[in-house]
């Protein structure tokens, strides 16, 4: 039998041994990823800290004003910003939001 020998053992303070590094490739054969919509850490945060809706949180993780989403959807800000806090959208107009910002439907939708 062969003991792997591209690993890593990180030691702590009193010199036992505290993690264990992997090949990346070698830990997603363990773990395989899920290939769905991401959510970043930081939006979820937003939605949590200010009780913001998603379609808002994303577009302060995305740097962008309502007015700048609004041009890219052809409405104005003030159509805009009551979308924007709606909690109840219609699915056509999260799908035209979504695509808006490049985010897919799902990420929008949680």
């Known amino acids: 039998m062969n003991a792997p020998t591209n690993i890593q053992i990180i030691h702590g303070p009193d010199g036992k041994p505290a993690f264990v590094v992997i090949p990346y490739d070698d830990y997603l054969k363990e773990h395989p990823q899920d290939d769905g919509p991401y959510v970043p850490h930081e939006v979820v945060a937003l939605m949590v800290d200010h009780e913001w809706t ?3 949180c994303w577009r302060e993780h995305l740097n962008l004003t309502q007015q ?6 052809g409405i104005s800000q003030s159509a805009y910003a009551q979308q924007e806090s709606s909690r109840r959208l219609r699915p056509g107009t999260l799908e035209r939001i979504a695509t808006a910002l490049g ?3 799902e990420q929008l939708d949680f």
């Open 103 to 105: 985010l897919e439907v």
């Open 68 to 73: 700048e989403v609004a041009a890219r959807l």
């Open 54 to 56: 998603a379609v808002r």
